[in-house]
């Protein structure tokens, strides 16, 4: 009974360490209104485009790398059965 006692009296001290951090983080993020300010401040419209390039890039190079290994695939399955 007493190891269930301290195992309990373990869970309720590391949950109330978690929710010590939780209304600590939730107290800083209030207290400090300039950080949404911030966040949004460098991320105008030409992040934007230059992530949405990114992207379009990213697609086209997968597009391509599939191309390449459908053409590894084949070459070595033509290889096999000659």
Do not use: H, P, V
Not at 23 to 31: P, W
Not at 37 to 48: P, R
Not at 65 to 82: D, F, V, W
């Amino acid at each position: 009974m007493d190891d269930e006692d301290s195992i309990d009296n373990n869970i309720n001290k590391k949950w109330g360490n978690i929710k010590t951090i939780k209304e600590t983080k939730q107290q800083l993020i209030e207290k400090d209104e300039s950080t949404e300010a911030y966040k949004n401040k460098w991320y105008d419209e030409e992040c934007k485009f230059a992530i949405e390039e990114m992207k379009k890039a990213r697609e086209m190079w997968l597009i391509k790398e599939e191309g390449r290994r459908s053409r590894s695939i084949t070459i070595k399955e033509e290889t096999l059965t000659k």
